[in-house]
């Protein structure tokens, strides 16, 4: 009975998550994409949402049901992306960046649809803006928790992120590990903020999402 009286840990809390991939047009029928799925994001924003969470998932395309109490706001491209959480960031106590947003858009987009000519072709691409690090960069700044997908040297990719960034704190996956991270069930987490890190080990990403909220509910209180 305690803990059906207990407060959630979220109560009250106004908790943004970009999820999934973006897509960046090349013409009117193709683009460029990542294998995200979605999962990761999808996961924290249900266990957010059953913490007490107001979530708001601003979401790449992925083929995944909205979690229960979630506000989804579907976008498709990095540039769309950005706008979404713009539009519904002032506010906002916690902001986590799930998503894989893609580094670089097509500089020009083709109106019609690109017809084959010669043996090679070349795509002129220009970087897109970085949600997390803008995010970051606002004043008030809501908690802001990045992820690092790396493959080698994953803290000192992630610590390099946390500081660029302007970062509260980052979770790194080794998605060079066989079975865990980018598209997969499983996942496992290196958390690292200014003063320390944890590990959380290897478990399904609803597990890892309670886990990593919980961290940052911990944090956010004793920075
Ligand atoms: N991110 C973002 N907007 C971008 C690129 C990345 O919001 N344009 C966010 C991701 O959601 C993630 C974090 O930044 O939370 C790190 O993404 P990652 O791709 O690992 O890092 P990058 O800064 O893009 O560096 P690189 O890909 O060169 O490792
Ligand atoms: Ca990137």
């Known amino acids: 009975a305690e803990q059906f009286f207990a407060p959630k840990l979220l109560a009250g809390a106004k908790l943004m998550i970009t999820a999934g991939p973006t897509r960046e047009a090349i013409d009117p029928v193709r683009y460029i994409s990542n294998h995200s799925s979605g999962k990761m994001g999808y996961a924290l924003a249900q266990a957010a949402s059953a913490m007490g969470a107001e979530v708001t998932l601003v979401s790449g395309p992925v083929n995944l049901a909205t979690p229960a109490g979630v506000k989804r706001i579907n ?6 992306m950005l ?12 902001f986590i960046g799930c998503a894989a947003v893609a580094d670089y858009r097509i500089a020009e987009v083709a109106e019609g649809k690109i017809k084959k000519s010669s043996e090679t072709m070349s795509l ?13 960069a606002r004043n008030p700044k809501p908690f802001t928790v990045g992820f ?9 990719y992630a610590r390099d992120k946390l500081q660029r960034k302007n970062l509260d704190m980052i979770a790194a996956n080794d998605v060079s590990i066989p079975g865990l991270g980018f598209n997969a069930d499983q996942n496992a987490l290196r958390v690292f903020w200014q003063s320390g890190a944890e590990d959380l080990p290897a478990t399904d990403k609803l597990t890892l999402a309670n886990q990593l909220l919980s961290l940052i509910v911990k ?5």
Do not use: M
């Open 83 to 94: 706008d979404a959480v713009l539009a519904d960031i002032d506010g906002q106590d916690i």
């Open 219 to 223: 944090h956010k209180n004793n920075p």
């Open 148 to 156: 690092a997908a790396e493959t080698h040297e994953v803290e000192t």
């Open 124 to 136: 002129a691409l220009v970087r897109n803006p970085d949600i997390l690090a803008t995010v970051a």
């Open 75 to 80: 976008v498709e491209s990095a540039q769309q």
